[in-house]
């Protein structure tokens, strides 16, 4: 039973910001029903015995690759990594590091460190415990903030480095970033966190609901030193899984047991399914955002299905600590259109070329900002730059809440009007309520719409559930929703 009195913004439990021109005579609607489950130290430089000689090679005549780095945490272990500069360089220079579980030393990231040092930088990117040439266990999340810290204090005390550190990527590479903030090192001046993941908030589970679109994630990352790609691309297999699993209707915690493969990892997180001490300690938390006093530039989309960790980031930052030079640029991407400045087509929904943007270029000259001292990206003329759907210009904002000027309460009601229900703008019985029962023994009554595809849709499904419609509006309308 659900209280009519309760406002939209407390019915929402998956909260998304969502920005788009709407025309008039357009009526607001929403549906409400079953989800689907599966919605479902000082470090020491160079070697140590254990790990393998450094070996200089050259990418190109005016490169110079350290394609084994090795980095000795304080706890004894110790992570590995590569470093590219420009061959002949005695000028002490920034670095940019990029932190990560995805080992893809051979081709994805060599272009990385590439582009890195194309735009007058010295390149780093280190791997998480057990990836590519370290010998640990793998431990995705766990240590991933006092090891890039560790980077950090590495790289500041190099004779090549001038002290300073910038760190950028996006997903897991985003989560790094606000990881290391954590407890901030003196060396790092600034972050550039894209679609931002982070751990207990979006994945592996949202809103304490335990949700399956990258089941496989932890064999991926967890199977080798490098990347299972075999196990990951293998969609058929978790596919069928997921629907054997909801068939059976057996317990979720017994979901990898219908795969056939043990998953430790998700067995490890199940037995956190609140947002407890365990995935506090790794990102910042609480008040410890106020002491993150650097520059910091935010990139996400509206339809990032990790928004609710990139965006909390955002506010956590801006909450203890108000003064930040925090940026946000967002607009109609997904998780991996965002990592490449917007895509022309986003669920069968036609992107308006305007929104599309260079993210390298607009990265780098960030970095140029904070680290050099060159004059800020024109692009930010705002805290806020974002790209409402159906409009030809992006839009600026010196705050989330300040996108909008005006702010509309809708009530679920019982009245109904053409066999729907009411969204009202007045209640008139508070007390009253519409009821909806719900069989959870039977499994072919579910939604499976985690995901908005396609983001136009010319029919509701109206199998089960509710739906409320209010009045058309009367004029053309700026909806943002941003909870």
């Not at 995705?140 to 903030?145: I, L, N, R, S």
């Not at 490098?226 to 297999?237: A, F, M």
């Not at 069928?240 to 979901?255: A, K, T």
Request: charged share 20%; proline share 6%.
């Amino acid at each position: 039973m659900t209280d009519i009195t309760h406002s939209l913004r407390r019915l929402f439990s998956r909260v998304h910001m969502f920005n788009s021109h709407i025309g008039p005579h357009v009526l607001c609607t929403l549906v409400l029903g079953l989800w689907g489950a599966f919605f479902l130290v000082l470090p020491q430089t160079s070697q140590s015995k254990q790990a393998p000689p450094a070996t200089v090679i050259e990418l190109g005549e005016e490169y110079e690759l350290n394609n084994k780095l090795f980095f000795h945490t304080p706890d004894g272990t110790y992570l590995s990594g590569m470093m590219l500069r420009k061959k002949g360089l005695n000028t002490p220079t920034p670095t940019i590091l990029q932190f990560t579980i995805y080992a893809r030393p051979h081709d994805r990231d060599l272009q990385t460190l590439k582009d890195i040092v194309d735009h007058g930088y010295i390149g780093v990117i280190a791997y998480s415990r057990g990836k590519y040439l370290s010998e640990d266990a793998i431990k995705p999340y766990e240590t991933d903030g006092a090891d890039a810290r560790t980077v950090i204090d590495w790289i500041s005390k190099q004779p090549w480095s001038d002290g300073q550190v910038g760190m950028m990527g996006g997903s897991y590479n985003g989560f790094t970033q606000w990881a290391a903030s954590k407890q901030l090192h003196p060396a790092l001046k600034t972050i550039i966190p894209v679609v931002a993941n982070r751990p207990g908030m979006g994945l592996p589970m949202e809103n304490n609901v335990f949700i399956n679109p990258n089941y496989q994630w932890a064999f991926y990352v967890g199977n080798n030193r490098l990347l299972d790609n075999k196990t990951n691309d293998d969609r058929q297999r978790f596919r069928n899984m997921q629907f054997n699993w909801w068939y059976s209707g057996r317990p979720y915690r017994e979901i990898d047991q219908v795969d056939g493969t043990p998953n430790p990892w998700l067995q490890t997180w199940l037995q956190h399914p609140s947002y407890d001490r365990y995935w506090q300690d790794m990102a910042p938390y609480g008040k410890e955002f106020a002491q993150i006093r650097i520059p910091v530039l935010t990139i996400d989309g509206y339809y990032n299905d990790s928004q609710v960790s990139s965006l909390d980031y955002v506010r956590q930052h801006l909450q203890h600590y108000p003064q930040a030079e925090h940026y946000l640029v967002i607009g109609p991407y997904g998780h991996f259109g965002a990592q490449r400045g917007g895509e022309a087509s986003l669920n069968e929904l036609k992107i308006d070329p305007v929104a599309l943007f260079d993210i390298k270029a607009l990265s780098f000259a960030w970095m140029d900002y904070v680290l050099k001292g060159k004059e800020k990206p024109t692009f930010l003329k705002d805290r806020v730059n974002y790209f409402p759907i159906g409009e030809n210009q992006w839009r600026h904002a010196p705050s989330l809440s300040a996108m909008s000027d005006q702010t509309m309460r809708l009530y679920l009601t019982p009245d109904a009007k053409h066999g729907q229900h009411r969204l009202m703008s007045t209640v008139k019985n508070q007390r009253n309520y519409v009821k909806q029962i719900v069989d959870f023994a039977d499994r072919k009554i579910s939604n499976n719409d985690y995901y908005p595809y396609p983001i136009v849709r010319k029919n509701i499904d109206r199998s089960n559930g509710y739906i409320f419609v209010s009045d058309a509006l009367a004029e053309d309308v700026l909806l943002n929703e941003a909870v």
